[in-house]
């Protein structure tokens, strides 16, 4: 059990206030020293292994990226803001965001609607470009698309004319695979999807979930180096998630790929990651970060899992009120920079008396 420790680096001295041997090797190889950062480690509200990092850099002074054994971060994200024009204006997703990923982390990003989650994703994915910043994967600047960064999105992205098994092998006909080779590889994903008695079925008789998870297939079955995953389980019922965060976590284990994976639903981050950030409300900022030191593979209905989950959606709630605020009481958007229009009340009831 972790309890009552404090560490900190200081630019300079460096002094180092903490026993290594206290923490898992996993929470050694996840410490960085930023210019300036307190990890403050506690059995807060009963929840061991719960490690709570609040960044703290001085004024002016520009967040660095550190090599590990040599070897840079697998992701790095430097100062990235994102905006866009709208009928009030420039609307402002994204400030100034810095964020390292390690070789085989798993990082999950949860925030309020709204605050640049998905437009986080899109750019490290090479599909939208940045206002300022930089994105790095390795050693090399990411200036667009490529095949080392795998994207499953919302909604499923199917070719309507390939049946199951050709959607699933499409991507590793064009990394040259032969037909065996295509296929043994497909129906291999598909049953880890539970898909593999639909692999002839066509596009148009598939549920939305069914669909969902024949895309899931065909990015695994691609085998890239960093996945990025946008909501992908959302649309499908509660016992299929419940099964794909379980094969999610072997999957994992096994490959130690790089994953970002976002998300509104707190219990599955938790499941899931390794670290979770968590994004302020417009513009999306970085708030805060927990990195969780449970063993997997996680339930999301183990007792630990619901108890990080509260302690997150604890710090979550500020952010989530705001929005509220903004949605629903015309009188405090002064509090955000959405512009709201509305003012008064309705002159129509639009539920039509229901």
Known sequence: M???INVFYQVGAKHLLLKMGAFPYSTK???????KEVLKVSESAGIENLVDIDHVKADNEQQKSHK????WPKLRVQHISKSFQSKNGRAYVLEDINLEIQQGEFVCIVGP?????TTLLNIVAGLEKADSGDVWADDHKINGAGSDRVVIFQEAALFPWLNVVKNVEFGLKLKGFNGKERRNIAIEYLKMVHLSKFQHAQVHELSGGMKQ????ARALAMNPEMLLMDEPFSALDAQTRWILHYELQNIWLKTRKTILFVTHNIR?????????????TTPGKI?????VELPRPRDDNDVNVAGYSTMIMKELKAEINKVMKCEMDADSCVECDIKCTTEGPAKTDIGGGI
């Open 2 to 4: 972790l309890k009552n």
């Open 29 to 35: 190889q996840m410490l960085r020293p930023y210019d």
């Open 68 to 71: 590990v054994d040599g070897v």
């Open 113 to 117: 609607s709204g605050c640049g989650k």
């Open 213 to 216: 998870r024949v895309a899931i």
């Open 268 to 280: 599955e981050a938790v499941c899931l990651a390794d670290r979770i950030i968590i994004l302020s």
């Open 287 to 291: 708030k805060k970060e927990f990195l």
